[in-house]
């Protein structure tokens, strides 16, 4: 107990104590910077993993959109099949007392196409309104194609007096795709045509990210 009170050794319990002061201080300064230290870097990582968001305007001009569909030509939207039989008379009076006549039925196979030209197509974009006006001419029968290979007889009355001649089938078949053409529009091609033609348009067109809000009017 005397050896407390011995100046010296009050001294080096003094050193000792403020040495270990020290040394704490020391540890919580430290551990205090090393945390800020792994915060800045997890911040860092974070903002280093997370992409820019930038925000990006996309600008389509309407002429762009209307060279695309102009591009396209004459464009065919509906094809119609067909396997038609036919007849074909030839009649003639001979010496001017009595008719002579000759007969050829047959069948062919072939395909009407119907179409619209696109190079004719015009737009004009209204911003205001968000609307696409889209002006279409009608559709138009295109080819009248007829599969030559296909060609069946199934009568023939060929008269010694009125005798069945190359132009008389070329006639025969100029009547025959008159028909065929007849028989497509009776069925609607045209219309069927026009409904395909506006799906495409719309399609194109919804395909620019730029008009996704607009609305489309397709007009004749």
């Not at 020391?26 to 230290?37: G, M």
């Not at 015009?122 to 295109?142: N, R």
């Not at 069946?152 to 069945?164: G, L, R, T, Y």
């Not at 008389?168 to 529009?185: P, T, W």
């Amino acid at each position: 107990m005397g050896n407390l009170k011995n100046p010296k050794n009050i001294f080096y319990l003094s050193v000792i104590g403020v040495a270990m002061l020290a040394m704490i201080v020391l540890c919580i300064v430290y551990s205090v910077r090393q945390k800020s230290s792994d915060e800045i870097d997890a911040g860092t990582a974070k903002a280093s993993a997370e992409p820019k968001k930038e925000k990006v305007l996309v600008t389509v001009s309407v002429d762009t959109v209307e060279d695309g569909l102009r591009n396209m030509g004459t464009l065919i939207t509906q094809e119609y099949y067909f396997t038609q039989v036919e007849k074909y008379t030839k009649d003639k009076k001979v010496l001017g007392v009595f008719n002579s006549s000759s007969e050829l039925a047959y069948s062919y196979d072939g395909s009407v196409t119907a179409g619209i030209d696109f190079e004719k197509i015009e737009l004009e974009k209204d911003d205001a309104t968000k609307t696409i006006e889209v002006k279409i001419p009608p559709s138009e029968i295109q080819t009248v194609t007829i599969d030559e290979s296909s060609f069946k007889v199934f009568s023939e009355k060929d008269s010694i007096w009125n005798p069945m001649k190359m132009e008389d089938y070329n006639a025969s078949l100029g009547q025959f795709k008159e028909a065929a053409r007849q028989k497509a529009l009776d069925s609607g091609i045209l219309e069927r045509s026009d409904e395909q033609a506006e799906l495409l348009i719309n399609g194109f067109i919804r395909n620019y990210s730029a008009f996704s809000d607009y609305q489309i009017d397709i007009k004749q």
